[in-house]
Antibody, heavy 120, light 109 residues
Framework: QVQLVQSGAEVKKPGASVKVSCKASGYTFTNFPMFWVRQAPGQRLEWMGS????????QYSQKFQDRITITRDTSANTLYIELSSLRSEDSGVYFC?????????????WGQGTPVTVSS | EIVLTQSPGTLSLSPGERATLSCRPSQTISTYHLAWYQQKPGQPPRLLIFGSSTRLAGIPDRFSGSGSGTDFTLTISRLEPEDFAVYYCQQYDQSPLYTFGQGTKLEIK
């Protein structure tokens, strides 16, 4: 069965960077696009960016365009997100997600979430 | 960007009652490009319905989705104790610019 397992909680100071991983199993990694979604306390779910795991093409939300990098390691079936210049408003839970195939659709599978706390 | 507005913010009902949750996009979207998720505390969202009305495999038939254009509804016909959670709608009409509603909290009365 499809599983997405994320790295553990992170605590960072303002201005630092954070890198979160998401290891996929149970399917052919390059057949599914992958996404990152953030949930800040009391806020709605927020799509941050997407990656075509087959060719590495990325698309980012304009909100994070200058600070976000999404990459993947196909040999390790692992997705990454790196967010730089952290501020307190970046605190929240970061989820990876995926769906079967590259046609338009919702997010069928989700990781368990990685809490990120930005505090001085 | 398409903004999704969900109502009510909180819905207080008893087990066995019927729940009706609303999701209104700021502009017309395709009927095929609206999904509903359920989220319980400490868990990721769980996809329930896609294409506004198609239940994912394994989702009980007490969950149903309907609507079109700028007015979509998630109905839970007879609430079970495990249904009390937060529900989000999502549009993927502007893929890859996905957006979510702010959520409706369904709580036990």
């Amino acid at each position: 069965q499809v599983q997405l397992v994320q790295s553990g909680a992170e605590v960072k100071k303002p201005g630092a960077s954070v890198k979160v991983s998401c290891k996929a199993s149970g399917y052919t990694f390059t057949n599914f696009p992958m996404f990152w979604v953030r949930q800040a306390p009391g806020q709605r779910l927020e799509w941050m960016g997407s990656i075509n795991t087959a060719n590495g093409d990325t698309q980012y939300s304009q909100k994070f365009q200058d600070r976000i990098t999404i990459t993947r390691d196909t040999s390790a079936n692992t997705l990454y997100i790196e967010l730089s210049s952290l501020r307190s408003e970046d605190s929240g839970v970061y989820f990876c997600a995926s769906r079967p195939g590259y046609n338009i659709g919702p997010f069928d599978y989700w990781g368990q979430g990685t809490p990120v706390t930005v505090s001085s | 960007e398409i903004v999704l507005t969900q109502s009510p913010g909180t819905l207080s009902l008893s087990p066995g009652e019927r729940a009706t949750l609303s999701c209104r996009p700021s502009q017309t979207i395709s009927t095929y490009h609206l999904a509903w998720y359920q989220q319980k505390p400490g868990q990721p969202p769980r996809l329930l319905i896609f294409g506004s009305s198609t239940r994912l495999a394994g989702i009980p038939d007490r969950f149903s989705g309907s609507g079109s254009g700028t007015d979509f509804t998630l109905t839970i016909s007879r609430l079970e104790p495990e249904d009390f959670a937060v529900y989000y709608c999502q549009q993927y009409d502007q893929s890859p610019l996905y957006t979510f509603g702010q959520g409706t909290k369904l709580e036990i009365k």
